[in-house]
């Protein structure tokens, strides 16, 4: 399988700041069919389902606000957040789905209010 | 509008079985190869098992391969999971998934 790493395990960051999520995996998720990359982010709040914040690792979801933005390719991706809201609060991961069915996970990075 | 609803969920003894069944509509379910994904409390997300869009071929973690069964019914639109020798650390939200999540189903597994 391939493995999702993602860093910071948490991170607290001041509202209207930049917050920065990082995720490796342990092979390339990009695809020489189609040169996409297949990398999803997902925000999770407590009490909720995870929900699908980035696909294409860089193709916002729908209703989606543009101070998400993600970045990356071959086995380097990034989520940033450009300027924190309190609603923001929540457990990002990244997901590959380069070998679906078998989607994993990073194991979610923590973000808080500073 | 794509909804993905689980059910079967519930306390079951440490040894026991549970089904958990997925209802999905709003999309060509047929063509969509699907998986389960569990969350333990106050942990990640755990991927546990796939299968394909014609149900011909299953994928399992490791954590639960010969105790789980993944399968389904395209002229029914639900996807399955049978669980076997449930264990304590099977204790989580089990999720319906692709690209779209369903809201999960708690399976507790306490004597």
């Known amino acids: 399988d391939i493995v999702m790493t993602q860093s910071p395990d948490s991170l607290a960051v001041s509202l209207g700041e930049r917050a920065t999520i990082n995720c490796k995996s342990s092979?390339?998720?990009?695809?020489?069919?189609?040169?996409?990359?297949?990398l999803a982010w997902l925000q999770q709040k407590p009490g909720q389902p995870p929900k699908v914040l980035i696909y294409?690792?860089?193709t916002r979801g729908s209703g989606v606000p543009d101070r998400f933005s993600g970045s990356g390719s071959g086995t380097d991706f990034t989520l940033t957040i450009s300027s924190l809201q309190a609603e923001d609060v929540a457990v990002y991961y990244c997901?590959?789905?380069?070998?679906?069915?078998?989607?994993?996970f990073g194991q979610g990075t923590k973000v808080e209010i500073k | 509008e794509v909804q993905l609803l689980e059910s079967g969920g519930g306390l079951v003894q440490p040894g026991g079985s549970l089904r958990l069944s997925c209802a999905a509509s709003?999309?060509?379910?047929?063509?969509?190869?699907m998986s389960w994904v569990r969350q333990a409390p106050g942990k990640g997300l755990e991927w546990v098992s796939g299968?394909?869009?014609?149900?011909?071929?299953?994928y399992y973690a490791d954590s639960v391969k010969g105790r789980f069964t993944i399968s389904r019914d395209n002229s029914k639109n639900t996807l399955y999971l049978q669980m076997n020798s449930l264990r304590a650390d099977d204790t989580a939200v089990y999720y319906c998934?692709?690209?779209?999540w369903g809201q999960g189903t708690l399976v507790t597994v306490s004597s």
């Open positions: 294409w690792a860089s």
């Open positions: 997901q590959q789905y380069y070998n679906t069915p078998r989607r994993t």
């Open positions: 092979q390339s998720v990009l695809s020489s069919s189609n040169n996409k990359n297949y």
């Open positions: 709003g999309f060509t379910f047929n063509i969509y190869a």
């Open positions: 998934t692709y690209d779209y």
């Open positions: 299968i394909s869009g014609n149900g011909f071929r299953t």
